[in-house]
């Protein structure tokens, strides 16, 4: 069973950072594009970032880029996501996902002043 958890969420205020965490096992890591996507309240869930399997292709939402970065270990079968000058919008679930739809529980990240 593939197993993806995250870590990292937390409560920050505007203009702080986090990073994410989505370790995975029970699967072969480097052989999949991995994605980062958030749920905010009373919103549908979105496409935040995204990795191919060996890290050299990356792609974010508009509003991400400049301020996130993606990216991952597969020695350690771990992808992250650097959030950077956090912004009260950005604020929500975030999931790590497999290219071919297994998703993680999800970490909150509450951005507020």
């Known amino acids: 069973q593939v197993q993806l958890v995250e870590s990292g969420g937390g409560l920050v205020q505007p203009g702080e950072s986090l990073r994410l965490t989505c370790d995975a096992s029970?699967?072969?890591?480097?052989?999949?594009?991995m994605k980062w996507s958030r749920q905010a309240p009373g919103k549908e869930r979105e496409l935040v970032a995204a990795?191919?399997?060996?890290?050299?292709?990356?792609i974010y939402i508009d509003s991400a880029k400049g301020r996130f970065t993606v990216s991952r270990d597969n020695a350690k079968n771990t992808m992250y996501l650097q959030m950077n000058d956090l912004r009260l919008e950005d604020t929500g679930v975030y999931y790590c996902?497999?290219?071919?739809?297994?998703w993680g529980q999800g970490t909150q990240v509450l951005v507020s002043s």
């Open positions: 996902w497999r290219s071919d739809g297994y």
């Open positions: 029970r699967f072969t890591f480097s052989d999949y594009t």
């Open positions: 990795i191919s399997n060996t890290g050299s292709v990356t």
